[in-house]
């Protein structure tokens, strides 16, 4: 039985996850999969450690600075194998998740030392449908590597703890000094799948001082003098600091030295003018996302925009939940320290210390020296040291989202918590453990609990199942939305309907979009593509100058309207709007290529125009300007073919040798 339970929480992620497989590309999947230039086989493989997550170098201002360069060489993979067939990205993230979840049981095994526990730990794991973003969206991926190389570097540093406890006085080395690179070596790995995983580190330095050593706070000063006897913790620490400075800087380094920028909307309390707004609902968010762990029942693809309204005052009801959550906090904080200090008064009993005030650090020292000693039994863990571990594991990779050190570009996203799920399920499960345990006195009441747990997890799983349906295709995912993010979900359902050809539905759509939040560039230029399709001239107008009036930068917006300022015959705003267009200022905006390219576009037309107006030796100055200005992925063949059709020049002299001829030497065609 005990060899089968490692296993059992692994087929059940597999048989969860298996709808996934026939799933499409859906939302950030196709800008970071559909778009992304890294991927291609002739871009240089070098490029993924140049560029962030998306495709954009990190050093462009408009680089959202998410550097997972494994993450990007596993999409590299799959599209060698099977370029855009979504089915082959969507087996490699259901097998990421059955490998994480097998060895997520396997340190709950190593943690709870108990059969059940492990069993509802791993099948919780598995199943908890707040994993079904990371998993079935295929962007999540970067999630569940991270999760696999964080716990592998959290397994080799407590093998290291375990064997440098027993070597320390022997001098044994060489097998510690392997488990303790591998330790930096896993991280490493983590946080070049996803930034989070260099979190690891803090729950390893919990591990070793609060859990192996129960090293109490106010003798946290004690190891770093000369004579006392942890040399060997503070040789782990100090490993894991140094790893911790380099990576952090390194990490810092590839980001340019800047904080990445994001739309007011992505997180509209970092864009508000009030400190009050900003701490109140940053407060917030840690308990709703905590509530997701708890209650799954509402997932939305996007949090965005007003999907959680901001809290401006003390009298916001909210208000009662952030206290609520943050007094548990304080509260469970407060009792592990206490307890922490009591288990020296009971190994001091053992050992024959008395407890006085005087002897406390003699008392710790003693305790430690002990620990080292290879004639003491093995570490047993208990209650309090699964809850240290578990509440680590939940808090620290969770930090980073939490908008205290740099803002983030989301509210809430669920992907986030796949980390963070670990320590709550060792929570859950050690609840269950102990129950089971202490209070379950008759063979009825151990049923009753036990059936109790198959119900919960067979409804987490169904949730699973369900949501995973969600995510088969985008119409499936937006519509799932609308109830959570009405603006962000009508609008991308519009941008489906669109592309089926229902053009009364998608109308409607971006108008519902509209209504619920009207300043969205996107929705107004997406829109204004619409109607001119339609013809409806007059009011696509209207649509693509709201839509530049939102978003100053949207140079998609200056093209088309330029276009169809000419198609109309309204000549001169045509060509104000290209000028204007082509000297656009692209820094800070996500999807740098796009623009630069739209640039390019705008200065095609521009010479189009003048060509049609019989200003030929202009228009050969605008294509001159373009050919000088396009980037090196530029379709540049529609502008060699004008500059042959209308330059005196021999076609291939043009074509070989443009940027090297001078204006003065055009002449005017005809």
């Known amino acids: 039985?005990?060899?089968?339970?490692?296993?059992?929480?692994?087929?059940?992620?597999?048989?969860?996850?298996?709808?996934?497989?026939?799933?499409?590309?859906a939302y950030d999947d196709s800008r970071a999969i559909k778009k992304n230039q890294d991927l291609q086989p002739e871009t240089p493989i070098v490029n993924i450690f140049y560029d962030d997550f998306w495709?954009?170098?990190?050093?462009?201002?408009?680089?959202?600075?998410?550097?997972?360069?494994?993450?990007?060489?596993?999409?590299?993979?799959?599209?060698?194998?099977?370029?855009?067939?979504?089915?082959?990205?969507?087996?490699?993230?259901?097998?990421?998740?059955?490998?994480?979840?097998?060895v997520f049981t396997y340190l709950s095994r190593l943690l709870l030392k108990d059969t059940l526990g492990t069993a509802v730990s791993g099948i919780l794991f598995a199943a908890h449908p707040v994993h079904t973003e990371a998993v079935a969206g295929i962007v999540g991926r970067a999630d569940v590597l991270a999760?696999?190389?964080?716990?592998?570097?959290?397994?080799?540093?407590?093998?290291?703890?375990?064997?440098?406890?027993?070597?320390?006085?022997?001098?044994?080395?060489?097998?510690?000094?392997?488990?303790?690179?591998?330790?930096?070596?896993?991280?490493?790995?983590?946080?070049?799948?996803?930034?989070?995983?260099?979190?690891?580190?803090?729950?390893?330095?919990?591990?070793?001082?609060?859990?192996?050593?129960?090293?109490?706070?106010?003798?946290?000063?004690?190891?770093?003098?000369?004579?006392?006897?942890?040399?060997?913790?503070?040789?782990?620490?100090?490993?894991?600091?140094?790893?911790?400075?380099?990576?952090?800087?390194?990490?810092?380094?590839?980001?340019?030295?800047?904080?990445?920028?994001?739309?007011?909307?992505?997180?509209?309390?970092?864009?508000?003018?009030?400190?009050?707004?900003?701490?109140?609902?940053?407060l917030l968010l840690p308990s709703l996302n905590f509530w997701l762990l708890l209650c799954p029942r509402i997932l939305s693809f996007d949090w965005s925009m007003e999907a959680i309204p901001l809290v401006e005052t003390f009298t916001d009801y909210r208000n009662l939940f952030t206290a609520l959550f943050y007094s548990s906090l304080i509260y469970l904080a407060v009792n592990i320290v206490l307890q922490i200090h009591n288990s020296h008064s009971i190994v001091s009993a053992k050992t024959g210390i008395e407890n006085t005030k005087k002897s406390k650090i003699l008392e710790h020292k003693h305790?430690?020296?002990?620990?080292?000693?290879?004639?003491?039994?093995?570490?047993?863990?208990?209650?309090?040291?699964?809850?240290?571990?578990?509440?680590?594991?939940?808090?620290?990779?969770?930090?980073?989202?939490?908008?205290?050190?740099?803002?983030?570009?989301?509210?809430?996203?669920?992907?986030?918590?796949?980390?963070?799920?670990?320590?709550?399920?060792?929570?859950?499960?050690?609840?269950?453990?102990?129950?089971?345990?202490?209070?379950?006195?008759?063979?009825?009441?151990?049923r009753g609990?036990?059936?109790?747990?198959?119900?919960?997890?067979?409804?987490?799983?169904?949730k699973t199942v369900l949501r995973n349906k969600d995510w088969q295709t985008e119409e499936n995912l937006y519509r799932s939305g609308i109830a959570v993010n009405?603006?962000?979900?009508?609008?991308?359902?519009?941008?489906?309907?669109?592309?089926?050809?229902?053009?009364?539905?998608?109308?409607?759509?971006?108008?519902?979009?509209?209504?619920?939040?009207?300043?969205?560039?996107?929705?107004?230029?997406?829109?204004?593509?619409?109607?001119?399709?339609?013809?409806?001239?007059d009011e696509a107008i209207i649509s693509y100058k709201t839509a530049i009036q939102c978003r100053a930068k949207l140079s998609m917006g200056y093209l088309n309207l330029g276009i169809l300022f000419a198609q109309v015959g309204r000549q001169e705003e045509a060509r104000k709007m290209y000028l204007l267009c082509a000297d656009l200022d692209t820094s800070g905006l996500k999807d740098p290529r796009l623009h630069e390219s739209t640039k390019i576009s705008c200065l095609y037309n521009l010479g189009r125009l003048y060509i049609e107006q019989n200003r030929n030796k202009e228009a050969l100055e605008v294509y001159q300007k373009a050919v000088q200005r396009m980037p090196s992925y530029y379709q540049a063949q529609s502008l060699y073919?004008?500059?042959?059709?209308?330059?005196?020049?021999?076609?291939?002299?043009?074509?070989?040798?443009?940027?090297?001829?001078?204006?003065?030497q055009l002449k005017h065609n005809g």
């Open 147 to 282: 999760s696999f190389f964080f716990m592998l570097s959290l397994l080799s540093y407590m093998k290291y703890v375990e064997l440098r406890d027993i070597t320390w006085h022997s001098g044994g080395t060489n097998l510690r000094l392997l488990y303790v690179l591998c330790t930096g070596l896993f991280v490493t790995a983590s946080l070049l799948t996803k930034e989070q995983g260099v979190t690891v580190l803090a729950v390893c330095a919990t591990y070793d001082l609060f859990v192996r050593h129960k090293v109490r706070i106010t003798d946290i000063a004690e190891i770093f003098k000369k004579d006392n006897s942890m040399g060997g913790v503070l040789e782990g620490l100090f490993f894991l600091f140094m790893v911790g400075v380099s990576l952090v800087t390194f990490r810092i380094y590839f980001m340019g030295n800047s904080p990445p920028e994001f739309a007011p909307s992505d997180n509209p309390a970092s864009d508000s003018d009030s400190l009050l707004t900003r701490t109140l609902t940053y």
């Open 641 to 664: 073919n004008m500059i042959g059709q209308y330059s005196p020049y021999p076609a291939f002299i043009i074509t070989c040798n443009w940027p090297f001829w001078g204006i003065g």
């Open 55 to 102: 495709g954009t170098p990190l050093t462009h201002s408009g680089s959202h600075k998410s550097y997972r360069p494994l993450c990007v060489l596993t999409f590299r993979i799959n599209y060698f194998f099977g370029e855009l067939d979504p089915w082959g990205y969507h087996l490699g993230n259901v097998l990421c998740h059955v490998i994480t979840t097998a």
């Open 1 to 25: 039985m005990d060899s089968v339970i490692p296993l059992l929480p692994s087929a059940v992620a597999l048989i969860l996850y298996l709808n996934t497989l026939g799933a499409d590309f």
């Open 486 to 537: 009405p603006a962000k979900a009508w609008g991308n359902l519009a941008n489906i309907f669109n592309e089926k050809g229902m053009k009364k539905e998608a109308e409607e759509a971006y108008r519902n979009a509209l209504s619920h939040r009207g300043n969205m560039a996107d929705v107004h230029y997406n829109l204004g593509l619409l109607l001119q399709d339609q013809k409806r001239y």
């Open 367 to 446: 305790f430690i020296k002990n620990k080292y000693s290879p004639e003491l039994p093995k570490y047993i863990p208990n209650d309090l040291n699964i809850f240290i571990i578990s509440v680590a594991i939940i808090v620290f990779p969770f930090i980073p989202a939490t908008n205290l050190f740099f803002y983030v570009g989301f509210v809430i996203a669920e992907r986030v918590l796949y980390i963070p799920s670990m320590g709550f399920c060792l929570l859950v499960a050690k609840g269950v453990s102990g129950i089971y345990r202490k209070l379950c006195k008759t063979d009825m009441q151990r």
């Open 449 to 462: 609990l036990l059936m109790a747990v198959v119900i919960l997890c067979m409804l987490l799983s169904w």
